[in-house]
């Protein structure tokens, strides 16, 4: 018994060997004859369907619109399917409705096709299908809700083989150091490109200002009636905006044995009421010839005093005492009264204050003092990250310093700042004072510059999704544009908004996956 259950155990164990032989020498067969190119009509050759045409990528730029396109080499017979990235260069947002079309165009014939929206956002995917080799246009018209545009890539190659465009892009080299960022990424951020300029810059002074209100832009109100002060809202608080015709405080002389306004108003009332009836007698008097001209004239003098007199003193008068109006559209700048307290006529109750004009205290150094009358323009902060200048909003220097002391050691310049500020009045701010005569430069934003310890760089875009990291040597600054004297050339572009996430990128040690199949 024993015996027959180890031969059957043998006999298993070489049927399963036998079994496992067949299956390889199979699957060795199927494998021969997948990797095999079959001459013979009707037959599938593995190597060209799995042949890659080379492909390419170009970025153009026009006032409103970055392109970054990749196709396939055109290839007669070929269908070159396009993944054309539209970028609206205002905010660096993606396209994300409109049509584009493609035209491939040579002399007054060509081909094209239009794609009514894009297959993800900013991503456009037409196709075309060359028939003749040759050099062509290669053309791409956008139309948004909000514009169109064009963009032309002139002498494109559609070339009669594959072999003959391998041939022609087998030495092409790629810039292997290039950092790669995809436009998915930055459509997702703050990111903005900007072109290196070259624009007249001046030598400026770099110093610190203080903001003042500018003495036309302020108005006190004061008190036309001495009464109890009554406030119009809750919480009137410094800095609360208000607006022209609003009222913010009535005065009331309900109760007051002396200086009542109501007692007062009606007594002036009885006073014009009485002088008007006398001059309509006199003027009838006058015309039957009964009194002289003099005596007309007396009796009109009288009733203008009246009447100026009565409306002074009623203009504003409600049942709740006479209304403090707000005479322009500002803020609260002080309040010198309290609610409930009392007034005399005369005093001081709240003071206005305009957003529409500022002054500006510079601070500067004696050294430059012959140098002050030849300020051109003043660049300050008009928030935490902006920069604006004095001549934006037809701003002047009102007054040079000439004198300075122990206790105030630098010359005060006064700029008179017509735009609205968002620092708080009796904030420092930081100021360049723009000097002598402009001379041209290259120039960058200022929130382009990447800086490491005293040594700037920029990031600089080689095409749609590759840039590289310059160092640069910078220079004066107007503003918010810095003069570049080492390192870039007009015309080129760089990342003025998103640098830091390109420069993270770069440190990554690998590029990020394409969002989108090319």
């Not at 108003?265 to 008097?285: H, N, P």
């Not at 009796?299 to 006479?322: D, F, H, M, P, V």
Request: hydrophobic residues 35%; aromatic residues 8%; contains cysteine.
């Amino acid at each position: 018994m024993e015996l027959h259950t180890t031969t059957t155990k043998q006999s298993r164990w070489l049927c399963y060997v036998f079994i496992l032989l067949v299956l390889t020498f199979v699957s060795c067969q199927n494998s021969g004859k997948q990797g095999h190119s079959h001459g013979e009509s009707g037959g599938h050759s593995h190597t060209q369907t799995t042949e890659e045409v080379p492909a390419i990528d170009a970025t153009l730029w026009t006032k409103k619109t970055e392109l970054f396109v990749e196709f396939p080499i055109l290839v007669v017979g070929q269908v070159s399917r396009f993944a054309a990235h539209f970028t609206v260069l205002k905010q660096h947002q993606a396209v994300k409705a409109g049509n584009v079309t493609v035209s491939l165009i040579k002399g007054n014939s060509g081909i094209r096709q239009t794609v009514k929206e894009p297959a993800s956002p900013g991503i456009f995917t037409p196709s075309l299908k060359p028939k003749e080799a040759g050099e062509y246009s290669l053309v791409f018209d956008l139309q948004t809700t909000d514009y169109n545009d064009r963009m032309v890539i002139e002498k494109v190659k559609v070339y009669a083989s594959i072999e003959e465009a391998k041939k022609s892009v087998k030495n092409t080299e790629k810039n292997n150091g290039a950092i790669t960022f995809l436009k998915e990424q930055a459509w997702k951020m703050n990111f903005q490109t900007t072109p290196v300029i070259l624009e007249e810059v001046y030598e400026t002074v770099a110093t610190s200002g203080i903001w003042k209100a500018a003495p036309s832009s302020y108005q006190t109100l004061v008190a036309t009636t001495s009464g109890r002060v009554n406030y119009s809202q809750q919480n009137l608080l410094e800095g609360n905006k208000v607006y022209q015709g609003q009222i913010l405080m009535t005065l009331s002389s309900s109760g007051l044995s002396n200086n009542n306004q109501s007692a007062e108003i009606q007594k002036a009332k009885v006073d014009f009421e009485q002088a008007r009836t006398a001059y309509k007698r006199s003027k009838g008097l006058y015309e039957n010839q009964v009194i002289a001209k003099v005596d007309l004239e007396l009796a009109e003098r009288a009733y203008l005093i009246a009447k100026t007199n009565y409306q002074t003193i009623s203009t504003g008068y409600s049942a709740y005492g006479k209304s403090i109006v707000v005479p322009f559209n500002g803020y609260i700048k002080s309040i010198n009264t309290e609610n409930g307290g009392f007034v005399e006529q005369g005093d001081d109750l709240i003071t206005i204050a305009s957003h529409q004009s500022h002054l500006l205290e510079i601070q500067v150094n004696p050294m430059y003092a012959s140098r002050l009358k030849q300020i051109q323009n003043v660049w300050f902060r008009s928030g935490v990250s902006h920069w604006s200048h004095m001549q934006k909003s037809g701003g002047r220097i009102i007054s040079l310093g000439r004198e300075v002391s122990q206790e105030r050691p630098l010359l005060s310049v006064f700029a008179q700042i017509n735009e609205v500020i968002e620092m708080p009045e009796g904030s420092f701010t930081e100021v360049q004072l723009a000097m002598g005569k402009p001379n041209r430069a290259t120039t960058i934003p200022e929130t382009a510059l990447l800086e490491d310890f005293g040594n700037y760089s920029v990031i600089v875009q080689i095409s749609g999704e590759s840039f590289e990291r310059r160092n640069v040597t910078v220079g004066s600054r107007n503003g918010h544009q810095v003069v570049i004297t080492q390192g870039l050339a007009p015309g080129e572009v760089i990342v003025s908004k998103g640098a830091y996430q390109v420069k993270m990128a770069s440190m990554s040690g690998q590029a990020p996956a394409h969002g989108h199949a090319h």
